[in-house]
């Protein structure tokens, strides 16, 4: 299996501008994470989906951000507008987990997208 | 909540020795799961070992092995025999049985020198 597949692997933008960060999970996987890593606050969840229904997305930062999953192929998260603090490195990641499994199943993590917002 | 501590924000060790990267955890629950990722240079978040706390005999995954000590709520991982390629950022993490939600610690920057 190829893995979890991110895309871009860089993104280098101007504040205001729309960003699109995309995520291929692992074929068969059930669950799909979107995670931000910054020097200041670490790895932090921002969304969670099962079976491509988001179930939790407490840790969107704000209404700028959005993340949709139209099918169990692919996922999206969207900045618009972005700002110079979304600068950090986007992590998809996923797992065979199914809603009630909790974390019996390893996540297994893409390559990242490293974000500039400038 | 969960808490993950790591205590060493940086280690460095020779080749060929072996090294002990620390991490302690906060939780009210029985029943979870613990964790060590690898982040290299390539910025790739790669599972080293997990453990599930219900079991008492502490993972082991070639050169990785942890020390679990659930009374103490401590989950260290020991690398033997290190190599240059496990120069890396160590993430410990944390996930509770009835969650899905990983709790990752602050990190450790092992340095391994030839």
């Known amino acids: 299996d190829a893995g979890v597949i991110q895309s871009p692997r860089h993104e280098v933008t101007e504040m205001g501008q729309e960003v699109t960060l995309r995520c291929k999970p692992i074929?068969?996987?059930?669950?799909l994470f979107w995670y931000r890593q910054t020097m200041m606050r670490g790895l932090e969840l921002l969304i969670y989906f099962n079976n491509n229904v988001p179930i939790d997305d407490s840790g969107m930062p704000e209404d700028r951000f959005s993340a949709k999953m139209p099918n169990a192929s692919f996922s999206t998260l969207k900045i618009q507008p972005s700002e110079p603090r979304d600068s950090a490195v986007y992590f998809c990641?996923?797992?065979?987990?199914?809603?009630?499994?909790?974390?019996?199943?390893?996540?297994?993590f893409g390559p990242g997208t490293r974000l500039t917002v400038l | 909540a969960q808490t993950v501590t790591q205590s060493q924000p940086e280690m460095s060790v020779q080749e060929a020795e072996t090294v002990t990267l620390s991490c302690t955890y906060d939780t009210s629950e029985n029943n979870y799961y613990l964790f060590w990722y690898k982040q290299p240079p390539s910025r790739q978040m790669i599972l080293v070992i997990r453990?599930?706390?219900?079991?008492?005999q502490n993972a082991t995954e070639n050169r990785f092995s942890v020390n679990f000590q659930k009374a103490a709520k401590s989950f260290s991982l020991k690398i033997s025999d290190s190599q240059l390629g496990d120069t890396a950022m160590y993430f410990c993490?944390?996930?509770?049985?009835?969650?899905?939600?990983?709790?990752f610690g602050k990190g450790t920057l092992l340095t391994v020198n030839p």
């Open positions: 453990q599930e706390a219900y079991k008492q």
């Open positions: 993490a944390f996930c509770g049985g009835s969650n899905y939600k990983l709790t």
């Open positions: 990641a996923s797992s065979l987990a199914l809603l009630a499994a909790g974390c019996t199943d390893t996540q297994y």
């Open positions: 074929s068969g996987h059930n669950s």
